[in-house]
């Protein structure tokens, strides 16, 4: 009996903690107003703008300092060393700048051989999808790519067509005109007689 008593207050006191916890998650679900988002956001873009800040900061103070030990180094050498120095830095410079240029410039050559690709697969009536698959480093070469690709690919149409169409025999009809239920009700006699046989063809 004890036993027993002693489950069954457990299990009470099992469901009241249930409860009570499902009380405490209820309550927690908070709502809030348009002010409060706000003023949250608000908060968080003030954190990301000083964060972006102090990175800002801080990378200037890296090429403050890096220039301050440029300068020390130039202190430090011969008229002759120091032309040199700023020569070489300068073609360092130019080089950066001429790379980054032509690796743009490939960049926007590669994208206007695309759209020449996919313009030309579209006058010709054929998936501009293939365009990145076609495209080319010249006008020549695309079009004999898309000359290749086009040849295959009617071939491959034509050939699928002809694999749907195989098998299949039209139906033709062997009566000039077909006869329904309705045309036999308002037929007399003597023109289902000399209709018969169409009539018999059609009926089955």
Do not use: C, Y
């Not at 903690?17 to 608000?42: C, G, P, Y």
């Amino acid at each position: 009996m004890e036993n027993q008593n002693i489950n069954v207050n457990e299990s009470v006191e099992v469901e009241n903690n249930e409860m009570t916890q499902e009380v405490k998650t209820q309550e927690e679900v908070k709502t809030f107003t348009q002010e409060e988002v706000n003023a949250i956001l608000e908060k968080r873009l003030a954190r990301e703008i000083k964060k972006i800040e102090a990175e800002k900061q801080k990378a200037m103070e890296l090429e403050l300092k890096a220039e301050l030990e440029e300068a020390e180094k130039l202190a430090k050498m011969s008229e002759t060393e120091r032309v040199k120095a700023k020569a070489e830095k300068e073609r360092a410079k130019f080089e950066k700048e001429r790379k980054k240029f032509e690796e743009e410039m490939k960049a926007f050559n590669r994208e206007r051989m695309l759209n020449t690709t996919m313009t030309t697969l579209s006058e010709k009536n054929l998936p501009v999808d293939f365009a990145s698959f076609l495209k080319s480093d010249n006008a020549e070469q695309i079009m004999e790519n898309i000359s290749v690709f086009e040849k295959h690919f009617n071939e491959a149409v034509e050939k699928a067509v002809l694999e749907r169409l195989k098998g299949r025999t039209p139906v033709v009809s062997t009566t000039s005109k077909g006869f329904n239920m309705n045309d036999l009700k308002n037929m007399s006699v003597a023109e289902i007689n000399a209709n018969w046989n169409k009539i018999k063809n059609n009926l089955r």
